[in-house]
């Protein structure tokens, strides 16, 4: 290589490093006290990024995965071999997805391939497992699929390979295809229709209204899950559900299956008014207890654990499991705290989460992993039970242990922060109200600073901040709601 172009690249790479040191120096100081940040729940989106979502209370990209970063973020068995000029397509990746049987996870593919024409999860899963049978065991080639696709005749070109094919399964799963007369390439079914075909259970006021003005919220929570779990479908990592009903406690794709037939007997079994209760209230094992499924949720570790507290807050052991699950480029602030994450830079990063993730597939216990975070011996527990650590033990460090904080290493869904000479007010508010909160308190001499600490935060995320003036106890108490 002539001398002059060594100079070029090594002018590219110096500027290259400055840039990447001052963005580094930029966000170096952005993050408040490691407690406080353990605390809050999810950050809020930038305004143009937030969007509803009956599955999630926070959606911070209304796309979970793009194409480019699943495929960059994946350790693929296979290549994409594309000819010159061709850009990856919905073909490659859908390739890849057989090739592995696993589902897509982006949308587009699984639309262009027709998976999305089915709102029954056991359609869909049908369907898929006929093509992987059709690329893995019977040669069935991309071009040909590229082809049918291109040409929107996936179902005819399906039918005539299955036609050709020795194999009675095949036969009877094709027969089965040519009965759904919709089916075809990039046709979707609005899951709209899932969750009208069973506002039946709703109360008669209820049912006059659009489910997604359900409140309060924890009913529309629970009255989704009611309409996925009779379809078929079990919540993904990136749903609130996948927590707050303890799907994050199986270790593995047999006891997720194990618990979503528990939870499909418990709907069918109980009343519907009981079961969104049971979820706002924490008393969900309680309830399957009272339809006789007590034992064989004691089956499922840490599963009681969890939902005896996930109404108000829960460990942030399950939002570090939730980051090794989905392809989000940071954790949790609670995670980022909690588990050694705000100490890494992204190299780091990523092999402490590759450690996590680790030990959840070895089928780690999650509750011990959240002990030694506690305890501040993260480090200790994790090279014992990954037989060493990916980078050094000092950036797998926390601010733990904590005396006299029972909210370490918690996630807190709902807070009441009240000066410590109101608590026992507040708290008979809290018991006459009905409403339940995580009670937090701070001294009498700042309440003045944390109401400012408020004001200022709600404008710069530009959410509203409700205020109010109640008469307790014979006192006037002045009080501040949102974000």
Known sequence: MPQKYHETLNNAARNLRDVMQRECALKSNYRISAVKESTLSTPVAPEQMRVWSPFSRHVPDP?????????????????????????????????????????????????????????????????????CRLVNEWGVEEDELREAWQQNKLKEFILFRSSQIPSSLIHAESHWLSQQNGFAA??????????????????????????????????????????????????????????????????????????????????????????????????????FRKYGLGHAIKEMRNFEILLRAAGTWYQSVWELKRFTRVSCAEPHRSVLVDYGFSNCRTLELSDLRQAYTKFFTQGGDEMALHEACIQGQLASFLESELGGLPISAELVSNPYPLEGRDYVGMVVIRACLCPQSSYEIVKEWQKQTGIKVHMMTYPDECDEAIKQAFLERSRCLGLPVKTQTTMMDGKIVESMSGM
């Open 63 to 131: 796309k979970l995965q793009a194409r480019e970063s699943e495929w960059l973020s994946r350790r693929s068995p296979r290549e994409i071999n594309v000819s010159l000029g061709r850009p990856i397509d919905e073909v490659d990746y859908f390739i890849i997805a057989c090739k592995t049987e696993e589902l897509p996870k982006d949308d587009d593919v699984a639309k262009a391939f027709g998976l999305l024409y089915f709102t029954s999860a056991a359609d869909l899963q049908r369907l898929f497992r006929l093509y």
């Open 186 to 287: 990039n046709k979707i079914t609005d899951f709209n229709v899932v969750f009208e075909s069973q506002k039946h259970i709703l109360k008669r006021e209820d049912q006059q209204v659009p489910y997604e003005k359900l409140k309060p919220r924890e009913k529309l929570e629970a009255y989704v899950f009611l309409c996925q779990i009779r379809n078929g479908y079990v919540p993904d990592a990136d749903e609130d559900n996948w927590i707050y009903l303890g799907f994050c406690t199986a270790r593995d794709g047999d006891e997720t299956q194990q618990l979503a037939k528990l939870y499909r007997v418990l709907v069918d079994r109980c009343e519907f008014e009981e079961f969104w209760k049971a979820m706002a209230e924490s008393k969900m094992v309680d309830l």
